[in-house]
Protein backbone atom coordinates (compact mmCIF):
# COMPACT_ATOMS: atom_id res chain seq x y z
CA UNK A 1 0.00 0.00 0.00
CA UNK A 2 1.25 3.40 -0.65
CA UNK A 3 0.74 6.15 0.98
CA UNK A 4 0.26 9.58 -0.53
CA UNK A 5 1.24 12.15 1.59
CA UNK A 6 -2.14 14.89 1.60
CA UNK A 7 -1.16 17.91 1.02
CA UNK A 8 -1.86 21.08 3.05
CA UNK A 9 -5.17 22.80 1.58
CA UNK A 10 -4.44 26.29 1.09
CA UNK A 11 -6.95 28.07 3.56
CA UNK A 12 -8.85 30.71 1.88
CA UNK A 13 -7.47 34.09 1.88
CA UNK A 14 -9.09 36.56 4.84
CA UNK A 15 -9.92 39.82 3.57
CA UNK A 16 -8.94 42.35 5.82
CA UNK A 17 -11.28 44.04 8.10
CA UNK A 18 -12.02 47.89 7.44
CA UNK A 19 -10.76 50.01 9.62
CA UNK A 20 -13.16 52.28 12.08
CA UNK A 21 -13.41 55.53 12.28
CA UNK A 22 -14.85 57.19 15.60
CA UNK A 23 -14.83 60.56 13.96
CA UNK A 24 -16.54 59.43 10.79
CA UNK A 25 -18.89 57.68 12.87
CA UNK A 26 -19.66 60.83 15.34
CA UNK A 27 -19.96 63.11 12.06
CA UNK A 28 -22.66 60.18 10.57
CA UNK A 29 -24.49 59.98 13.86
CA UNK A 30 -24.71 63.35 14.30
CA UNK A 31 -25.93 64.29 11.36
CA UNK A 32 -28.58 61.66 10.96
CA UNK A 33 -29.82 63.12 14.39
CA UNK A 34 -30.07 66.79 13.26
CA UNK A 35 -30.90 66.25 10.22
CA UNK A 36 -35.00 66.32 10.76
CA UNK A 37 -34.25 70.41 11.01
CA UNK A 38 -34.02 69.45 15.20
CA UNK A 39 -32.54 72.81 16.71
CA UNK A 40 -31.06 71.01 19.75
CA UNK A 41 -28.73 67.67 19.77
CA UNK A 42 -30.58 64.65 21.08
CA UNK A 43 -28.36 64.43 24.33
CA UNK A 44 -28.80 60.29 24.54
CA UNK A 45 -28.05 59.51 21.34
CA UNK A 46 -24.84 61.86 22.30
CA UNK A 47 -23.92 60.01 25.36
CA UNK A 48 -24.21 56.78 23.52
CA UNK A 49 -21.51 58.01 21.21
CA UNK A 50 -19.54 59.40 23.93
CA UNK A 51 -19.82 56.25 25.70
CA UNK A 52 -18.50 54.07 22.52
CA UNK A 53 -15.35 56.39 22.96
CA UNK A 54 -13.42 53.38 24.41
CA UNK A 55 -14.35 50.78 22.22
CA UNK A 56 -13.44 52.69 19.45
CA UNK A 57 -10.06 53.70 20.70
CA UNK A 58 -9.26 50.07 20.81
CA UNK A 59 -10.58 49.33 17.28
CA UNK A 60 -9.36 52.47 15.74
CA UNK A 61 -5.74 51.64 16.78
CA UNK A 62 -6.09 48.19 16.35
CA UNK A 63 -7.24 47.66 12.58
CA UNK A 64 -5.59 51.01 11.93
CA UNK A 65 -2.65 51.55 13.95
CA UNK A 66 -1.39 54.68 11.63
CA UNK A 67 -3.89 56.10 11.86
CA UNK A 68 -6.37 55.22 14.39
CA UNK A 69 -5.20 57.06 17.50
CA UNK A 70 -6.34 60.45 14.80
CA UNK A 71 -9.29 59.32 13.80
CA UNK A 72 -10.41 58.38 17.71
CA UNK A 73 -8.90 61.66 18.77
CA UNK A 74 -11.01 63.45 16.47
CA UNK A 75 -14.65 61.61 17.16
CA UNK A 76 -13.98 61.99 20.72
CA UNK A 77 -12.82 65.99 20.33
CA UNK A 78 -15.60 66.85 18.56
CA UNK A 79 -18.07 65.21 21.03
CA UNK A 80 -16.26 67.51 23.69
CA UNK A 81 -16.52 70.68 21.19
CA UNK A 82 -20.72 69.65 21.59
CA UNK A 83 -20.71 69.50 25.09
CA UNK A 84 -18.43 72.64 26.18
CA UNK A 85 -21.45 74.13 23.43
CA UNK A 86 -24.42 72.53 25.06
CA UNK A 87 -22.90 74.67 28.22
CA UNK A 88 -22.20 77.27 27.09
CA UNK A 89 -25.79 77.73 25.86
CA UNK A 90 -27.33 75.90 29.43
CA UNK A 91 -28.14 72.84 28.10
CA UNK A 92 -25.94 70.49 29.32
CA UNK A 93 -27.34 67.85 30.88
CA UNK A 94 -25.67 66.16 34.16
CA UNK A 95 -26.10 62.90 32.81
CA UNK A 96 -24.43 63.74 29.48
CA UNK A 97 -21.62 65.54 31.60
CA UNK A 98 -20.72 62.21 33.62
CA UNK A 99 -21.08 59.84 30.84
CA UNK A 100 -18.09 62.01 29.64
CA UNK A 101 -16.27 61.50 32.46
CA UNK A 102 -16.62 58.08 33.11
CA UNK A 103 -15.91 57.92 28.97
CA UNK A 104 -12.48 59.37 29.80
CA UNK A 105 -11.74 57.37 32.85
CA UNK A 106 -12.28 54.55 30.64
CA UNK A 107 -10.31 55.57 28.10
CA UNK A 108 -7.41 56.11 30.21
CA UNK A 109 -7.50 52.66 31.65
CA UNK A 110 -7.27 51.77 27.93
CA UNK A 111 -4.79 53.72 26.72
CA UNK A 112 -2.57 52.61 29.83
CA UNK A 113 -3.60 48.80 29.47
CA UNK A 114 -2.81 48.60 25.68
CA UNK A 115 0.88 48.84 24.35
CA UNK A 116 1.36 51.62 21.56
CA UNK A 117 -1.13 53.80 23.30
CA UNK A 118 1.41 56.13 25.58
CA UNK A 119 0.05 59.03 23.18
CA UNK A 120 -3.76 58.97 23.93
CA UNK A 121 -3.04 59.81 27.63
CA UNK A 122 -2.09 63.10 26.30
CA UNK A 123 -5.20 63.89 24.39
CA UNK A 124 -7.41 62.25 27.67
CA UNK A 125 -5.47 65.17 29.39
CA UNK A 126 -6.55 67.77 26.78
CA UNK A 127 -9.89 66.50 27.00
CA UNK A 128 -10.29 66.34 31.10
CA UNK A 129 -9.26 69.78 31.16
CA UNK A 130 -11.63 71.02 28.51
CA UNK A 131 -14.12 69.05 30.92
CA UNK A 132 -12.66 70.82 34.40
CA UNK A 133 -13.25 74.09 32.82
CA UNK A 134 -16.84 73.98 32.46
CA UNK A 135 -17.16 72.49 36.02
CA UNK A 136 -18.16 74.82 39.48
CA UNK A 137 -14.94 76.06 40.74
CA UNK A 138 -14.53 73.32 43.54
CA UNK A 139 -14.27 70.78 40.91
CA UNK A 140 -16.11 68.13 42.01
CA UNK A 141 -19.73 69.58 41.07
CA UNK A 142 -21.08 70.75 37.77
CA UNK A 143 -23.71 73.67 38.98
CA UNK A 144 -24.55 72.61 41.78
CA UNK A 145 -24.90 68.83 41.50
CA UNK A 146 -21.81 66.17 42.37
CA UNK A 147 -20.45 64.26 38.76
CA UNK A 148 -18.76 60.69 38.35
CA UNK A 149 -15.39 61.03 39.34
CA UNK A 150 -12.82 58.09 38.86
Given amino acids: MS ?16 PTDYGAF ?9 SNGAQSIDQKVLRQC ?3 A ?10 NPQTGIDTWDIGLSRLIDIIV ?3 ARN ?10 SKACSECWMVAGSWRGLADCKN ?3 DIATKLRKIMDPNGRTYRGEAVYAP
Fill in 50 to 52: VGL
Fill in 123 to 125: RIK
Fill in 3 to 18: SQAQQPSNPEAIDPVP
Fill in 85 to 87: ALH
Fill in 54 to 63: SSFLVTDTTI
Fill in 26 to 34: VVDVLARTT
Fill in 91 to 100: ELELETFNTV
